[in-house]
């Protein structure tokens, strides 16, 4: 017997089946009519497709899987808020984080997924378009094998689609509408068509993002249009010295020798550049001095009310904020400071240190689900990474109390006035994942040396009231379930 023979005709065959196969997914033979003929009556279809096979599903999806977080060690905020009023509270803390996440587009993050292999060409990122306007999609098309018909299917939910300059013959269902059905027997005419596929919007917001179902046969793609009112610039002229482009900002209470010595100080080394201090003092004194705005608050309003007045009139780029008991020395270097803020245009905040103290944190946060409410810790000395270019720079969380920041990014965070005496970790929490924020060596004030001062620690530590308070403010403002400083 020839088993030579019969190994080659069987290696013939089993070529040949393979070619069949890949001729039926790919698209060249279309054997359904046949199939239809041949079976019984109510027989299903074999499905060749990749979608059947694998069973894909692109999304889109939540983008993060949230759940409880611990407050193992933690003592919960929510322990800080009366008995009487928690249910109350609670109830309105979940409808304003409900409104949080609509307003902020925390919804708009959704996970979607590619298909393997897919012949659909679409734009996957920077699409941007104005609300209610029409605008063409760019790069839509189809790649596929020879078909005796080519259709597919689009459809949004916050707007409408239509072929621009459709003619006569042209196969096109839904113009207009949220969803549109282009068919065509040429492959080339299809990606014309498609060419010229608008979308426009129908729901006004000045930012949001609408979803397009692009689909062919069993395949499916999803992708994001961003719908986006533009923005105008708003910029600060640097001029052409320190003096223009900085403002020192303090903010003081009962304590005149130490802004005194401060200011002196200040002058010594800029003696041009701006001062602006905020003063709730109970009995104000009169501070003056060459471009020098001494504002007056009404008594007792607290340290974060005051950041915020004097922050308020600042009209130069940055601004240097500085304790009112500090003192400027050699190593008091607001140039380089600048240097580091325009060659990292990224950056907002930028700080040094007091004394030998470059205190610097770390916030881990974890958001926990949605009805609990995250969870905080600050960390004490951990940095992020280096700040590339600049040795001894790292980026961090938080910084001391002795920073450069650019004046339309703290008042984009702003200063909750709520908290009167013990604030500082506060903005930085208010500004995390907004603000990028840096510690540097080299760059110091000095503290001035303590004086006896009864009725200003009376005001400075306050009883455990007041940090009560603030968790109960965390609690709610920040939906933190627990937090540790």
Known sequence: MNYSFFFKLFLTGLCFTALGIYSIQSGFLDITDDIRRLLPPGTGLLQFSKQRVYNHNIGPFPSKNRSSCSCKGYSLNAQNVPVDELEDLQRRRSEEYRQYQLRMGTKMESLILAQPNSPLQYPIQGFVVEPLAKSVIPGLALHAQKRRLYKVTLSVKKGVLSVEDVLDGDQVEGQGQSSLTISSSSHTHLNDLLSRVTYTGTIYRVKTKDLVNFSFESYEAIFPIVIKRSSVPVLYDPGTDINSQVTITTKTFL???????????????????????????????????????????????????????????????????????????????????????????????????????????????????????????????????????????????????????????????????????????????????????????????????????????????????????????????????????
Not at 289 to 311: D, K, T, V
Not at 372 to 395: A, S, Y
Not at 456 to 466: I, L
């Open 255 to 485: 304590r005149y020798d130490e802004l005194n010595i401060l200011i002196n100080s200040i002058r010594q080394f800029y003696p041009q550049i701006k001062i602006i201090i905020a003063d709730d003092s109970l009995e104000p004194q009169n501070v003056t001095g060459y471009n020098l705005e001494h504002y007056i608050m009404p008594p007792a309003q607290g340290w974060f009310a005051g950041r915020n007045l004097a922050i308020s009139q600042v009209t130069t780029k940055y601004i240097l904020w500085v304790d009112d008991d500090y003192m400027f020395n050699n190593n008091t270097r607001i140039e380089s400071f600048v240097e580091i803020m325009e060659k990292v245009p990224e950056l907002d905040v930028v700080g040094g240190a007091v004394g030998r103290n470059q205190f610097f944190f770390h916030l881990q946060y974890e958001e926990g689900d949605e009805e609990e409410g995250g969870c905080l810790r600050r960390l004490h000395g951990r940095k992020n990474q280096p700040v590339p270019g600049f040795d001894g720079c790292f980026f961090v969380d938080g910084v001391v109390n002795y920073f450069l920041a650019r004046t339309d990014a703290v008042r984009r965070v702003g200063f909750d006035p709520f908290l009167k005496r013990v604030a500082h970790t506060e903005f930085f929490l208010d500004g995390l994942g907004d603000l990028l924020v840096a510690s540097c060596k080299g760059l110091s004030v000095d503290h001035q040396k303590k004086r006896r001062q009864g009725n200003y620690r009376r005001f400075r530590f306050p009883g455990r009231a007041d940090g009560r308070n603030k968790l109960a403010r965390h609690f709610f403002k920040n939906y933190l379930k627990c937090i540790r400083y």
